[in-house]
C-alpha cells in the first residue's frame, strides 16, 4: 500500500517575509504499514516529531514514518520505535491530542512552562493557532494594598489588576513593577511567555514547517530608528483610568447578567 501524498499549503508572516510548508494535523489515529516503515495517522495527515502514544513516546520523520534503532534527542528508540531512555529531564517535547474542552486541539508537552501553563496548538487552513491555560492556583478574589504615587493605599483584587497588566497600554513596565512587586512578575510568567514562538520552533524542529527566513542585513543597509516620547502621567490620571475600566468592567457584567435574567425568564 503506497502513503497517500498531501499538498503543501504555503502562508505567509506577517513580520518579516516567510513561507511555511505545513502538513495539517487531524484528530483521530491510527497505526498503518506499507514497505518502507509504520506511520500514524491523524485524521487526513499523519504524526511528525514526537508523539506519546499509550504512554511511550515516538517520533516519526518529517515524511511521517516513526524512526527505530537510532538516537534522537538523547532518546533510544528500539526496534519498535518507543523511546527506551527512562531518564526525560532533558525535556525532550512533543504533543498529543488534547482532550475535554480542547478537544481537536494538540498540547504541547515538555516546553520549558509546563510549570505554570498548558500550551496548546493547531494549525488549520494555513493558519497557526496558539491558545495558553495559566495552571497555577492563583485567587484572583483576593483584594491587594497597593500605593499610588501620592502616597495614597488602594485596593483592588488580583484579578481586576491582572486585566489592568493585560490591556493597558498607559504604564510602563517599570512603573508595574514598582507599585505591584512580584504580583506583577508572577503574572508575566504567563500573561507575556513567548508560546507563539514556542510552537513554531516545534513545529519548525520536527519538521511540520519549514525554517523560516530572515531579512538579511548588509553593510549598506539604512537603518532608521524613532525615539519613543513618554507621557507624564499625574496619579489623578491614574486613578481615574483605573476607575473608568473597572466602571466600564462592570457594566459589561451587570449587562451579560441581565441579558442572562432574561434569557431564563424566556
Sequence with gaps: MKK??????????????????LNPIGVSAEWKSDS???????????????????????????????????TIDGHYLDSNG??????????????EP?????TGWQKLRGHKYESVAEIYFKLEN?????????????????VVEWVDDNGVKRHNTVGEIYQLFKYSNTYTTDWFSNKFGNLYGEWLLTGSLDADNVVADYLQKTGQIKNRSYVTLTPTTVIETEERKEKNISTEEIINNIEKYMDKE?????????????????
Design 98 to 102: 488534547a482532550t475535554g474542552d480542547m
Design 250 to 266: 462592570y457594566k459589561k457584567e451587570k449587562n451579560k447578567t441581565a441579558d442572562d435574567n432574561n434569557s431564563s425568564d424566556e
Design 4 to 21: 497517500p501524498k498531501l499538498k503543501n499549503v504555503i502562508i505567509s508572516s506577517l513580520i518579516v517575509t516567510s513561507v511555511f510548508a
Design 82 to 95: 518507543a523511546s527506551t531512555t527512562s531518564n526525560t529531564q532533558n525535556q525532550t517535547e512533543y504533543s
Design 126 to 142: 494555513g493558519i497557526q493557532s496558539v491558545q495558553v491555560k495559566d495552571i497555577r492556583n492563583v485567587d484572583e478574589n483576593k
Design 36 to 70: 518502507n516503515g509504520w506511520w500514524n495517522t491523524e485524521g487526513n495527515s499523519w504524526s511528525v516529531g514526537w508523539r506519546n502514544i499509550n504512554g511511550k513516546l515516538y517520533y516519526f520523520n518529517a515524511n511521517g514514518y516513526m524512526a527505530h534503532d537510532t
